[in-house]
C-alpha cells in the first residue's frame, strides 16, 4: 500500500531525544528554549511561543484575541475540527463563509459580507498547505470601528506567517514532527509575555530560575499569579525532536514541491480533474477536486493506494449545528474533493506510479 500519510522521524532525532532521556530535564527546559529560539531565527519571527499541540496554539491565540461568550466569529467549515472546537466552548458565535473554489480557503468576499457588529474575529486556515488571504485587507467592525484580528490556523502550513496570530502544529504527520506540539507565533512583546503564562498555570518560570526554583525566600513569595494559566507547555523531549527538524525543514519542503509538481504535470490535463493550489503552497497535502470520487477513490485502493477526505465539512456534525450551511461553493465541491499521497517516505516513482493509474480512468 502507498501510504496517504507517514511520520517522518531523522536518526538524529532520536540521538537528540535519548540525550535529552538521560539529562536533567524531560519536561520544559532549556531545549525548548533553544528549540523556539532556532525557530525564530530559521523564520524570521520575533515571539514564538511553543506548546504542547496546535489545537493548544489556537485556543491561547483566541484566549489573547480576548473572544468572549456571545461575540461572533468568521471561520470555515473546511478545516480540521479543532480549529472551532475551542470556539464553541468559549461560547462563542460561528458565521460560516463560504470557500474559494481554486484553493478550498476562506472567500474574501464572502467573509466580508458575513461581518457583522458582534464580529470580533476571522479565522483563516492554510488548507493542506495552501495559503488563505483573508488577511490581504484589514477588516473592521461596522458597529465601532474596531479592528477584526485574523487568527491563521497554519497547522498545515509551517513556513507561513501571515495575519495576527499564526498556530503551528508538530503533530505526528505533519511537515516538522515533534511527536506532537505546537507553536504560537504572536505581533507584539505583551501578548508574548502572557502567552508564556498562559501555557503554564500563570506562573512566570523566569522568575523561578532566578530564584532558583524557590518559592519562598525569607518567608517571602517569590513570584505571584495573576494570570489564568493552563498546562500547555512543551516539552525538552518533543524539543528535540523540533531541534533536529528544524534543521532539515527546508530541504524536506524541497522534496514535498518536487512531488507536488510530479502530480501537477502529470495530472494537468486528465479529464475530470481540477487541482487544488494557490499563491503559496506549503503542501502538507495534494488535494484535488475530482468527478466520480468514490470510484477514483475504489480504483486507486484496489491499486494498494490510500487516499482520504482528510477534512469534513464543520456544519454537519452535531456538536456545530448539524446542518449544511448556505454555502454554493463548499455545497459544490463537497463530493468533489480528495488528497493523494504526500509525504517523505514517497519516491518519485510513487507518484508516477499514482499518476498512471489515475491516466488510465477510473
Not at 468559549?90 to 458582534?118: F, Q, S, Y
Not at 509575555?193 to 517571602?220: H, P, S
Request: net charge neutral; hydrophobic share 40%; aromatic share 10%.
Amino acid at each position: 500500500m502507498i501510504d496517504m500519510f507517514y511520520p517522518h522521524i531523522p536518526k538524529e532525532a532520536i540521538d537528540e531525544v535519548t540525550d535529552t532521556l538521560y539529562s536533567r530535564w524531560i519536561g520544559q527546559g532549556p531545549k525548548v528554549d533553544l528549540f523556539e529560539k532556532n525557530f525564530g531565527k530559521l523564520f524570521d519571527v520575533q515571539y514564538p511561543v511553543s506548546l504542547n499541540s496546535g489545537s493548544a496554539a489556537l485556543e491561547t491565540a483566541y484566549e489573547l484575541a480576548g473572544l468572549k461568550a456571545g461575540d461572533s466569529v468568521i471561520s470555515t467549515p473546511l478545516t480540521c475540527t479543532a480549529t472551532n472546537i475551542p470556539l464553541l466552548r468559549m461560547g462563542c458565535k460561528i458565521i460560516w463563509a463560504d470557500i474559494d473554489e481554486n484553493t478550498l480557503c476562506l472567500n474574501l468576499k464572502d467573509v466580508i459580507r458575513k461581518i457583522e457588529p458582534t464580529t470580533r474575529a476571522i479565522v483563516q486556515v492554510h488548507l493542506g498547505g495552501v495559503q488563505s488571504t483573508v488577511d490581504s485587507q484589514k477588516l473592521y467592525n461596522p458597529l465601532d470601528g474596531s479592528y477584526i484580528p485574523v487568527i491563521s490556523d497554519a497547522c498545515q502550513a509551517l513556513g507561513t506567517f501571515t495575519g495576527d496570530y499564526v498556530c503551528n502544529s508538530f503533530q505526528a504527520i505533519k511537515q516538522l514532527s515533534t511527536a506532537d506540539g505546537g507553536m504560537l507565533t504572536v505581533r507584539n512583546e505583551e501578548d508574548y509575555k502572557k502567552a508564556k503564562l498562559m501555557r503554564w498555570f500563570g506562573i512566570d518560570r523566569e522568575k523561578k530560575v532566578k530564584n532558583k526554583w524557590q518559592c519562598y525566600t525569607e518567608r517571602q513569595m517569590t513570584f505571584d499569579i495573576e494570570v489564568l494559566g493552563y498546562k500547555r507547555q512543551m516539552t525538552d523531549v518533543a524539543a528535540a525532536m523540533g531541534i533536529v527538524g528544524l534543521k532539515y525543514y527546508y530541504d524536506w519542503q524541497v522534496y514535498r514541491k518536487k512531488l507536488a509538481n510530479i502530480y501537477k504535470s502529470e495530472l494537468s490535463k486528465v479529464n475530470g480533474i481540477k487541482i487544488i493550489d494557490g499563491i503559496k503552497n506549503m503542501h502538507w497535502l495534494f488535494t484535488i477536486l475530482v468527478e466520480h470520487r468514490d470510484d477514483f477513490a475504489k480504483m486507486l485502493f484496489e491499486n494498494h493506494v490510500d487516499t482520504n477526505l482528510v477534512q469534513v465539512r464543520n456544519d454537519i456534525y452535531k456538536i456545530f449545528g448539524g446542518k449544511r450551511a448556505d454555502l454554493p461553493v463548499m455545497n459544490s465541491i463537497e463530493s468533489k474533493y480528495l488528497s493523494l499521497p504526500m509525504h517523505l517516505k514517497l519516491a518519485e516513482e510513487d507518484i508516477y506510479t499514482i499518476c498512471r493509474l489515475i491516466q488510465k480512468g477510473w
